[in-house]
């Protein structure tokens, strides 16, 4: 059993920066190829980000390339995201997730363990 935990949202205002943390259980947390998702208000959850084992790979949405970026300290079993220059429709609960399967990150489906979410609002 895999627990995620995530921390870090808030309310924030356009243009400001916050960082989530997601601390995962486990020996193993080097094994894991860790992934950020969001799902905002009545709408579908989307990829957001994901780094590979080892953090030499990384992938983004296109929303949020430039101003988010993934990163991880196997040492610690802790991913980040570091989000900068916040827009509105970044609002939305974000998730960490993981997989140990070595497919396209960017799919939902490829993971097994979530989080509960913390929730970003951004205000205009």
């Known amino acids: 059993q895999v627990q995620l935990v995530e921390s870090g949202g808030g309310l924030v205002q356009a243009g400001d920066s916050l960082r989530l943390s997601c601390a995962a259980s486990?020996?193993?947390?080097?094994?894991?190829?860790m992934g950020w998702f969001r799902q905002a208000p009545g709408k579908e959850r989307e990829f957001v980000a994901a780094?590979?084992?080892?953090?030499?790979?990384?992938y983004y949405t296109d929303s949020v390339k430039g101003r988010f970026t993934i990163s991880r300290d196997n040492a610690k079993n802790t991913v980040y995201l570091q989000m900068s220059s916040l827009k509105p429709e970044d609002t939305a609960v974000y998730y960490c997730?993981?997989?140990?399967?070595?497919?396209?990150?960017?799919?939902?489906?490829?993971?097994?363990?979530w989080g509960q979410g913390t929730q970003v609002t951004v205000s205009s």
């Open positions: 997730a993981r997989t140990v399967i070595d497919g396209n990150p960017r799919y939902d489906a490829l993971y097994d363990y």
């Open positions: 486990g020996r193993t947390f080097s094994t894991y190829i």
């Open positions: 780094i590979s084992r080892s953090g030499g790979t990384l």
